[in-house]
């Protein structure tokens, strides 16, 4: 059920955190690897904001919100900033590298396939480039530095995009409140990530490989 | 001469056969570095979408086709999934990687080409477009598990989809028959790349390098 | 100050001569790496093009300048073929592929930030496409051979393409003479650059990392 609430402002919320969120993984994993300021501040655009960029020209939807809409780029660029400060607090965190990493999956998994349903695209589709959204910007992070990304190195990962843009198409599909739906969506695919790296999860080999 | 077949599933057909080979050979590369079921079907989709989704946004053409039609989504993870039960008898192939990347690399080279025409770009670029969307795929593959790809790594790689796509422009030229010429492309790069490596044709290097 | 000059062919030539020296600086990078002339090729055209095709896709001046334009074509295997027989000279000039990259570096980034303008973005957004622009031809040549990108790994890259294109949009906001206003961005990406690397100056790395 529709609630009258505006669509895209939960929309642009659900991207901005999830741009912060990728962008502190980034900043954090640059200060981990010892890089120099423009070092952290390159990788936490390459986060935050490629994922994003993936889906919108994917869906033609250019210039990419992150060039129109100046938030983006403050919420990059401030996720930046605070691990310049405060990357030793943040570190006390446990993991934190992962779990921002997992929160960020969940909500550009949401985000992603939300806006490819808003433009008219069947519910597969629109699955497959949430997931895009969701492991494009960590996917480039680990690239350039030369990590094999964590889409393909660890359990789980990929699944947990899936489940939180399903849960987007299923709650379009029974017409539920929208930002319930983004919330559960969101969490289930934290919480699909961060239980599976706690408990060890692991998914099936191929058979006799 | 055109001969009343309608151009696009001519098209449809080469990109969807790219797909599955593409995905076949991004899975098998998977398994043999022994990731799960999530890497099998992430690095399957990546070689085989990605090539079509460059040459999609180049043209504008969004969203792309990989979006747009589920027979190439069905066509993917389709080929996931063969490999992931089937991946030993595929390794009795000999060398299945290369071939069925041989074959992928024609498919697009031609199937790139071909839409970049019908796009109107000129002669050149559409050839330069083939070979992008030819070799972008398996590119990004050999990125994603840290790999320097193919098309640097080995020789004679790009001149196979250079080939393919020059026959495809020819064709087009000549006004020849598609079909044929679609065939004919992607014979000679098929060709072209699998006997260079069987009897290890070497491209010359610079001079005193 | 805009003085009859038309806009496009001094947008055209930062264009192609940044397509040029990256071409070369990527062609130098293969001839390094004992790629072959085929790799000498491909890493050519990566390193030249790439830049500028992710500046249009994400402006949606579809198709990208280099496929509709043959002069960019022509700059970029022309590179290659002056690096395949004049390797030996460009590598008496000291660091060429320093050198080189630092003058695309300039180029790139003040073509990029022009365009972005000239297509409407804000201020702040079309710095960051100069930036985007500028380092992403040389970071996928670097992926491409397994490297850690420049912008990573090395001080003050990111920063000389911030200033380059900084000087664009204030040359805009002041109505500066637009070629004085491109040549003097240029130049000071070059020179910061330059001197960053000879003088081993180093970007502050987060407190305590």
Chains 1, 2, 3 share one sequence.
Do not use: N
């Not at 985000?111 to 597969?124: E, I, Q, S, T, Y």
């Not at 969101?186 to 099936?204: C, F, M, N």
């Amino acid at each position: 059920m529709a609630d009258g609430m505006d669509v895209l402002p939960l929309g642009l919320w659900l991207d901005l955190l999830g741009t912060f969120v990728f962008g502190v993984s980034g900043a954090m994993l640059a200060v981990r690897r010892r890089l120099d300021a423009f070092g952290i501040t390159v990788l936490a655009l390459a986060a935050a904001l490629s994922g994003g960029m993936i889906r919108d020209l994917a869906l033609g939807a250019t210039p990419p919100a992150a060039f129109e809409d100046p938030r983006y780029l403050i919420a990059a660029l401030g996720s930046a900033l605070c691990v310049f400060f405060g990357h030793r607090l943040i570190a006390r965190l446990g993991k934190p590298v992962m779990v921002l990493d997992a929160l960020g999956l969940g909500l550009f998994a949401v985000a992603g396939c939300r806006k490819a349903l808003l433009f008219g695209l069947d519910p597969l589709p629109a699955i497959i480039l949430g997931i895009m959204t969701a492991v494009g910007g960590g996917a480039l992070r680990d690239l350039l530095v030369s990590d094999v990304p964590r889409v393909l190195r660890e359990e789980v990962y990929a699944l947990a995009a899936l489940v939180g843009a399903t849960l987007v198409v299923a709650g379009a599909a029974l017409e539920a409140h929208e930002a319930w739906t983004a919330a559960v969506g969101v969490a289930a695919a934290l919480l699909i990530r961060i239980v599976s790296v706690w408990r060890g999860w692991h998914a099936p080999r191929a058979p006799g490989s």
